[in-house]
């Protein structure tokens, strides 16, 4: 159990039987009476955001929140599916809980699934991820006209900007949480 008082950025707690994540916190003490909280809430089940001033005296409930990690299998239209690693136990979700993770999901990746009520609501991706080059406008040394990055395409689909000197059929590092280049992989 939570009192407002244990209320801070990052915590997730639950009201109405929905788990939330505050994804913002100040703290007012007025001359007079009790102490407000104010919060930017963020729904994890439909990631809807609202903001809420609570009082000192206000409580709040633990999630049940757990993680379990997966490997991702495949992807089918709008589904994607993930085999618990321990009991080879297989989930569906969709592309609205995948959300932008989409852009970094390969074949037989590690993940961390977050499930609220046995039920999955979120991804953890590994920090980077390694993915190929397809698609690749040539770079022209000694062209110093443009600018310092191009755009080019992964084997995900995903575009991102790189340095020019990046070309198709490398294997390039990204950063999964600002989705930016990190250098190129040896094969």
Not at 18 to 25: A, Q
Not at 32 to 50: E, P, S, V
Not at 83 to 96: A, F, H, K, S
Not at 171 to 182: K, N, P, S, W
């Amino acid at each position: 159990m939570f009192t407002a008082s244990d209320l801070r950025k990052g915590l997730k707690i639950q009201i109405d039987g929905d788990p939330y994540l505050v994804v913002d916190f100040q703290f007012a003490k007025p001359g007079k009476g009790q102490a407000l909280y104010r919060t930017k809430l963020r729904n994890m089940l439909n990631g809807n955001q609202f903001e809420r001033t609570f009082r000192s005296n206000d409580k709040f409930d633990r999630p049940a929140l757990a993680e379990r990690h997966m490997q991702f299998l495949y992807s089918q239209a709008d589904e994607f599916h993930f085999m618990d690693l321990n009991n080879y136990e297989q989930i569906v979700m969709n592309r609205e809980q995948v959300g932008d993770d989409v852009n970094f999901l390969i074949d037989n990746m590690e993940v961390d699934v977050l499930l609220f009520n046995d039920r999955p609501i979120g991804l953890t991706l590994p920090n980077s991820v390694n993915l190929n080059v397809t698609k690749a406008d040539p770079w022209m040394k000694g062209d110093t006209s443009g600018s310092d990055t191009k755009p080019v395409t992964v084997q995900t689909g995903y575009v991102l900007q790189v340095p020019p000197f990046v070309e198709e059929g490398e294997l390039i590092q990204i950063d999964t949480r600002t989705g930016a280049y990190i250098t190129r992989v040896k094969k």
